[in-house]
């Protein structure tokens, strides 16, 4: 990020950066490694899920780590004693300005996660930071404050991520969004654990990679064990000790299209209530992410990134109506179902009201974009209904997403127009594939029904997709998709729904524009990753138009 105060300049944010990450910080991060191979070694306590940071603010940050007292205390084991955990926040990656330290105090209650919500620092400023116990350091992370509310920014990058699957692949992307060294933060839009059994939901019926535990995650216990699991991967580890993290959950932090009714696996007779595990669910997730809680415990809340940007992060789990019908009786359009529910609703639209920034951006779990997809032909539409977890015979919209709750994205949309409301970029994951598309108010009548805003949505980290499902080539089968799909829906611009990888997002005064990156093979763990495509939307216009480069 480049932030420019007013009436002075700054080196570039980029230059910065590079310069860091390529020198000071990874001989720290190399030593602190070693220190924690001795630790454990001799049965001290260790730090073997790595740190992380968070929901940035211009004066504060959410640093977190989880401790493992003694080498049998597992996540959700309960085993291991309370412990104080030193915190500490420098200038320097050799810690030669201390700037905050703190103790927090963890242990079996909270799975000896350990979350400091550090405030008073400066904005728009990297920092280290580090933990201790007992003697024994963590690894060193980086991290970075945003901006001061008012300051002129002139770019930001952001890495964009979802659907990473532990047993589908390794998490290549991660790597390489970490070798940028060009990144403010990562957004992770949803997916970022998958609750199945072993062997339930691999790669092209693969198991890559077995997770913990073995069965399906249930209990708080299996939650805390899943979620550890994942923080193990050295390329999330290397990410999270790089880079801020700006996280909201969807369905598989849960059960597989999730409710506050129920979800599609999920057995009360066998796998007790609902509400039980929903609960255990969203406690392992605000022990085990450097997240703020937000209102009644959910993760819908505001960024914002100087003049250039407010980042509003949804949360679209916890408030919906259960999944309905669409076709003659069927209630997709009841106004009475909700997917925010009315006072998530209410303060979107209030922020975007209120918003003075060049940008708004959503993050968004579930595509908001409508697609019908009733021009595929039945071997096409049967693979594409499950991949989205939908009835496979007649799909005509994917229920799970907006297309299932019209009214809430008509009311959204109609306040945009009204109140004219422009330059608003919905960021979004799901379903393991790439979109680009404008949002017009009236898709049927696109283009006449002018665009309101614009979408991008990034593909799967490692979860199948179509070329998986079928057991095909890349871009062979799914190329007649497209072409129906773009043909029955103008206002798409492109779809990939092959590849794995990452995005992107590149932020000016003047556009927004997300690249496409795709990584060569999700089941190898040195994957190399490529450009593949790039869309921008200009101020002002609504629209999306393809980029021939990424920007420099």
Not at 297 to 324: C, E, H, N, P, V
Not at 325 to 341: A, E, I, M
Request: aromatic share 8%; hydrophobic share 40%.
């Amino acid at each position: 990020m480049t932030e420019t105060p007013e009436n002075s300049t700054t080196p570039t944010r980029r230059t910065l950066v590079k310069a860091v990450a390529g020198t000071a910080f990874l001989p720290v991060v190399a030593a602190a490694t070693s220190t924690q191979a001795a630790a454990s070694t001799a049965a001290a306590p260790s730090f073997r899920h790595g740190v992380a940071s968070g929901d940035p603010l211009p004066d504060g940050i959410v640093l977190w780590t989880r401790v493992t007292p003694v080498p049998d205390a597992a996540p959700g084991s309960g085993l291991g004693n309370a412990t104080d955990v030193e915190w500490s926040v420098a200038t320097d990656p050799r810690f030669t300005t201390a700037i905050a330290s703190g103790v927090i105090r963890t242990g079996p209650q909270t799975d000896h996660t350990v979350k400091a919500d550090v405030r008073g620092l400066k904005p728009a400023t990297t920092y280290w930071y580090r933990f201790r116990v007992q003697g024994v350091e963590s690894p060193v992370g980086r991290t970075r404050t945003a901006p001061a509310p008012h300051a002129n920014v002139d770019q930001l990058r952001f890495g964009v991520v979802s659907c990473a699957n532990w047993e589908a692949g390794y998490f290549s992307p991660y790597r390489h969004l970490v070798a940028r060294g060009d990144l403010e933060a990562v957004l992770f839009l949803g997916d970022y654990i998958y609750e199945y059994a072993t062997g339930e939901y691999s790669a092209r019926d693969l198991v890559v990679r077995v997770h913990k535990p073995a069965h399906e995650i249930v209990s708080l216990a299996d939650y805390r064990l899943r979620h550890g699991t994942y923080k193990t991967d050295p390329d999330l580890q290397a990410l999270h000790a790089s880079l801020p993290a700006i996280a909201i959950w969807d369905d598989h932090e849960f059960a597989n299209n999730a409710t506050p009714e129920g979800a599609e696996n999920h057995q009360p007779l066998t796998e007790g209530t609902w509400s039980a595990r929903m609960a255990a669910a969203k406690q392992a997730y605000f022990e085990w992410m450097p997240v703020r809680t937000s209102v009644a415990g959910t993760t819908y809340r505001w960024l914002r990134y100087g003049k250039l940007a407010d980042i509003a992060l949804l949360d679209l789990r916890s408030f919906r109506s259960a999944q309905g019908n669409w076709g003659p009786g069927g209630d997709v359009d009841d106004p009475d179902r909700t997917l925010t529910g009315r006072a998530q609703m209410d303060w979107l639209k209030s922020g975007l009201t209120r918003s003075d920034a060049a940008w708004r951006l959503i993050g968004n779990s579930v595509m908001m974009s409508p697609v019908k997809f009733l021009s595929l032909p039945a071997y096409l539409l049967r693979p594409l209904a499950k991949l989205l977890g939908l009835p496979q015979e007649g799909l005509a919209i994917n229920t799970d997403q907006w297309d299932g709750y019209t009214a809430d994205r008509r009311e959204l949309l109609d306040h945009l127009k009204a109140t004219r409301i422009e330059d608003t970029v919905f960021l979004t994951g799901d379903i393991h594939s790439a979109w680009a598309s404008n949002i017009p108010v009236e898709a049927a009548t696109y283009p006449l029904s002018k665009s309101v805003a614009t979408e991008f949505v990034v593909a799967s980290v490692t979860s199948d997709n179509i070329d998986d499902i079928l057991k095909v080539a890349p871009h062979t089968v799914s190329l007649a998709a497209t072409t129906a799909l773009r043909a029955a829906n103008r206002h798409l611009k492109w779809i990939d729904l092959d590849s794995h990888g990452f995005g992107v997002l590149d932020v000016t005064a003047e556009r927004a524009q997300m690249d496409y990156y795709v990584v060569s093979d999700r089941t190898d763990p040195r994957a190399t990753a490529s450009w593949a495509r790039s869309y921008r939307t200009l101020r002002g216009t609504q629209k999306l138009e393809r980029v021939e480069t990424p920007p420099r």
